[in-house]
């Protein structure tokens, strides 16, 4: 789900806070298609059926898997809160931010995100985001977390590229098995598990104030983390080859080594539908590989969006 989880990248909720300002689009935000897209907090009941019914378009889940009414209102009242992107009173997109706790800090839980159809791949998914950031912020939140499955190249292209979160921890059948089955395949089982890979978005941290930046600025472009191919995707060391980055290399002075790489395959959805022994295999295999480098305290921070051979990148801690 593009719940911090799938295909419309996971999920928000955030219960609204004391304090709190709303958030709006930016006056000088660009159209989509000629309609002017206004983010705001879903504060009716009329809006929250509006969520409902999104979430029943773009996610294909069964509808007790669905958040209902009383759950998204009884977030906000908890502290929590949904920005909905709006093309006048139309509801094309929103995500669920709820408060959560680490330790005695008060954090942000992402529990899910949705954009309509007819409007995805038009930045409104990285709008909705950056509205989250700034509202988050504004409450004196600095940290959000929220899940994704390892096996979507999109959602950890942006998550990772254009969010700027890490990844330190994997989650195995996070959900229970045979969760979320491909479009057109609901109800199959297929027996894949729900694996899951925790985003965490540090709101202040370099990285993301410059991605930030970036996309307040309309001239901005992100620069996104590339690299060469990794050999079967296996956690292991590398070295530079014909001037391209592989595990264990440094371009320039500024670009932190990359030490390990675990490659994803590059249409999941098509696996499943095609050959689900073949991509359960390939999920234990994905799976240990993150395991084995979360072992050696590595930490995923880049993503090579490669057609043929997307993968993640990882790094020392402190190498950033």
């Known amino acids: ?33 000629g309609a002017e897209i206004e983010v705001r907090e879903c504060t009716t009941v009329n809006e929250f059926d509006a969520c409902v019914r999104l979430q029943r378009e773009v996610f294909g889940l069964p509808e007790v898997e669905l958040s209902p009414r009383r759950h998204l209102i009884v977030s906000r009242s908890a502290g929590g809160w949904i920005l909905g992107a709006f093309v006048g009173d139309e509801l094309i997109g929103f995500v669920h931010h709820l408060t959560a706790v680490r330790g005695r800090e008060v ?5 899910m995100m949705a954009v309509a159809a007819a409007y995805q791949n038009l930045g409104i998914g990285a709008r909705l985001k950056w509205a989250q950031r700034a509202r988050a912020l504004d409450e004196g939140v600095d940290f959000i977390k929220w899940t994704w499955e390892p096996v979507r190249a999109r959602n950890a292209h942006f998550n990772i590229n254009r969010l700027g979160v890490v990844v330190r921890s994997y989650a195995v059948n996070f959900y229970g098995t045979d969760y979320h089955a491909p479009a057109g395949m609901e109800g199959e089982r297929h027996g894949i598990d729900s694996d899951r890979l925790f985003a965490e978005w540090e709101l ?9 930046a970036a996309a307040n600025d309309t001239r901005g472009a992100t620069r996104e ?6 050999t079967s995707g296996k956690v ?16 320039g002075n500024n670009v932190p080594v990359v030490i390990a790489a675990v490659e994803i395959p590059p249409d999941w959805g098509a696996l499943v539908r095609d050959d689900a022994a073949t991509a359960r295999r390939e ?9 084995q480098a979360f072992a050696r305290r590595y930490v995923c921070a880049g993503f090579d969006r490669d057609p043929a051979h ?8 402190g190498d950033r």
Request: proline content about 7%; glycine content about 10%.
């Open 1 to 33: 789900m593009c719940k911090s989880d799938g295909m419309n990248i996971t999920g928000e909720i955030t219960p609204s806070m004391s304090g709190q300002t709303e958030i709006n689009s930016r006056p000088d935000a660009p159209a989509v298609n």
């Open 107 to 111: 954090i942000g839980y992402s529990h």
């Open 204 to 212: 202040r941290a370099p990285r993301v104030e410059a991605l930030a």
């Open 225 to 230: 983390v590339t690299s060469g191919k990794v």
């Open 236 to 251: 292991t060391s590398g070295k530079v080859t014909s001037g391209k980055t592989t595990p264990g290399a440094r371009v």
């Open 283 to 291: 999920q234990l295999r994905v799976r240990e590989e993150f395991q």
């Open 310 to 317: 997307p993968r993640y990148l990882f790094y020392t801690d």
